[in-house]
């Protein structure tokens, strides 16, 4: 029995020849091998060459040969053909999840590592041999917190692992998101991409914060038990228990009032108020009497964190009416206070006047208390009433907003006896509308995607970080977060259903416009199969004169459980490109439709979807 050896590479061609066999005059041949084999190549038993009946993909043969048996009947021997397949890099590298979701507590110690899936490249040799890996993300600080480490040795082989270069504080950033890409040895090289969603999970770090070091409030003597005096507020920045407050009164010398530990709000025990004169009336002639609380936020974290407050209530005489400060925007048209750079030296921003018949005898004066430090505004004052103007704000760098102060006083009394709070906001004249890449966007995600995954994120073409994001229906089975703009699941799913989301995205300004990006979710089965295509994206030049019908390049995904080809089917995404170009559902094949013309467009961005029997669909 005699052998012969061809070596063919891969992805040649249907009818290009492999090698040609002398063949015997008079012999009567027959040709033996597998069915696999026989579809792959064939054999011409007049001429004796050998060539390729199809495009042949070595990952697809088990080792990488391809073996007949040319019998000659009437001599009585045997040939024995064997066609080595050589590999070329036709295949990126890939990594099993396109998406990682990774929890990292931000206490955790500088050094720190975590073992990140390494990739996985379909070819041979060089071609199939991950060279390098990178870490990119969209925010520049990512870069200073996370790097990639790989380790090779010849005992364990490799292993990835992401390294915390600096702290971690959740309350300064509470997610990541890392793009990490995986680039084979071949040349020219390919490459292949995964998304790492980070979230930093919460350490009880942070003391309860009260929004105001102490309080005051005016009531009458007489009040009504149980009717809130004034409610107290305080803030933990950590996330679940560890920012759960409970308050509490920790200093009431006279025992007449009461907290609500959920909500802050103080009221009074008994009807009639008695509260004493400070110390330091005693020796002076003072206008109220005071009660003052101390006043305690207590988180539910182990161990717990408190912060603590002080409450001055100040007893009128009952017989008093309480001022109340009224505001008149200005223009009338505006609904908030507001103030740009072009604002003119004298405009007015509003009007403050004092409300209800407050019978204590004297003039009464409005007073801004603070928020001016910057010298933006001035008030000129009446009797009862003040006009708010702006001064000459044109070398002013101006704050986002102005949170003013004010307080009414009584002259003869020498106290205050009302204030109020009013935010001027300041109005950028260089704003531009929100842009953004995608405004309509449809995922396909499994039923058994654990509950909060992430599963997008909306990204502002103008790269503006004061955004905020808010699902119209807080009642479906997701979750925004307000700053990052990532979706995350937060209930358990059933497949087959689908959902129609509405996310407003807005500046944090009331004069920023407000965008709507939608979202068309599909659950779906989960399933074995996941397409991934042979590059991330694809960029193609083509001259204007292209002809119609020709060809333009060739789409190619493929299923990482070596799902068969034909079961492959390619679709344009955008309705608009179908207008432009064709694209061949079984083949890929990408073809000019409609004539080009660069004075008119120069550039086409597009998507392209790949769908087979059982298998998740993935987008580029």
Excluded at 76 to 81: D, E, H, Y
Excluded at 457 to 471: A, M, V
Excluded at 558 to 585: C, G, M, P, T
Aim: proline share 3%; with cysteine; charged share 25%.
């Amino acid at each position: 029995m005699d052998m012969i050896q061809f070596v063919f590479e891969e992805e040649q061609p249907s009818q290009t020849l492999i090698g040609k066999i002398e063949l015997e005059t008079g012999c009567n041949y027959r040709v033996s091998s597998s069915p696999a084999t026989a579809s792959l190549v064939k054999l011409n038993l007049e001429n004796g060459e050998l060539k390729s009946a199809t495009q042949i993909d070595r990952e697809q043969l088990i080792d990488n040969k391809l073996e007949l048996v040319l019998v000659c009947q009437s001599l009585a021997s045997i040939l024995v053909i064997r066609i080595s397949i050589l590999d070329i890099n036709d295949n990126s590298p890939y990594f099993t999840h396109l998406v990682q979701n990774l929890s990292i507590i931000e206490s955790a110690p500088i050094g720190s590592r975590f073992l990140l899936p390494l990739a996985t490249d379909l070819d041979f040799g060089e071609n199939g041999t991950i060279a390098s890996y990178s870490l990119r993300s969209h925010d520049e600080d990512t870069s200073e917190v996370f790097r990639l480490i790989r380790a090779t040795d010849e005992k364990n082989g490799d292993a990835l692992f992401l390294h915390l270069e600096r702290e971690l504080d959740r309350e300064e950033k509470d997610a990541y998101v890392l793009e990490i890409t995986a680039y084979d040895a071949g040349t020219p090289s390919r490459n292949g991409s995964k998304t790492v969603f980070i979230t930093v999970n919460d350490a009880n770090d942070n003391y309860p914060i009260f929004n105001s070091t102490f309080y005051e409030v005016i009531v009458n003597d007489k009040v009504e038990v149980g009717k809130a005096l004034t409610t107290v507020y305080a803030e933990d920045k950590d996330i679940g228990a560890n920012a759960k407050l409970r308050y509490r009164i920790v200093e009431d010398p006279s025992g007449q009032f009461r907290i609500d530990e959920e909500t802050g709000k103080i009221s009074a025990k008994i009807s009639n108020l008695i509260c004493p004169k400070p110390f330091e009336c005693r020796t002076q002639n003072c206008p109220r009497d005071t009660c003052v609380l101390a006043i305690e936020a207590i988180d539910q974290g182990t161990p717990s964190l408190s912060g603590r407050t002080f409450v001055n209530i100040y007893l009128n005489e009952s017989s008093h009416n309480e001022p109340i400060l009224q505001f008149k925007i200005y223009p009338a048209s505006s609904n908030v206070a507001f103030i740009s750079k072009n604002t003119t030296n004298g405009t007015i921003v509003a009007v403050v006047t004092v409300l209800n018949d407050y019978k204590g005898k004297g003039k009464k004066t409005i007073r801004l208390k603070s928020g001016n430090e910057d010298g933006v505004v001035r008030l000129e004052t009446g009797n009862n009433y003040a006009i708010l103007r702006t001064n000459e704000i044109h070398n002013i760098r101006l704050k986002k907003a102005y949170h003013l102060e004010f307080e009414v006083w009584d002259e003869e009394r020498s106290t205050r006896i009302a204030q109020k709070v009013l935010e001027v906001h300041v109005r950028n004249t260089d704003d531009n509308p929100l842009q953004f890449q995608y405004r309509n966007i449809t995922i396909d995600i499994p039923e058994d995607a654990l509950i909060y995954t992430p599963i997008w994120q909306i990204k502002s073409r103008t790269g503006s970080e004061s955004l905020t994001y808010k699902l119209d229906d807080s009642a479906l089975p997701f979750t925004m977060d307000e700053l990052t703009g990532i979706l995350k699941t937060q209930q358990a799913l059933k497949a087959p259903n689908s959902y129609d989301l509405r996310v407003v995205v807005s500046g944090l300004t009331p004069f920023e416009k407000s965008e709507t990006i939608f979202l068309h979710i599909n659950v779906i089965h989960s399933k074995k199969h996941l397409l991934v295509f042979n590059s991330d994206s694809y960029t193609f030049f083509i001259p204007e004169n292209h002809e119609l019908s020709e060809k333009i390049a060739q789409i190619k995904a493929f299923a990482q459980d070596r799902i068969n080809e034909e079961q492959i089917k390619y679709e344009l995404v955008e309705s608009w490109s179908r207008a432009h170009f064709r694209l061949n559902q079984e083949s890929g094949e990408l073809v000019l439709k409609k004539a080009l013309d660069y004075e008119a467009k120069n550039e086409y961005t597009f998507h392209v979807i790949a769908k087979g029997f059982e298998i998740t669909n993935a987008t580029r």
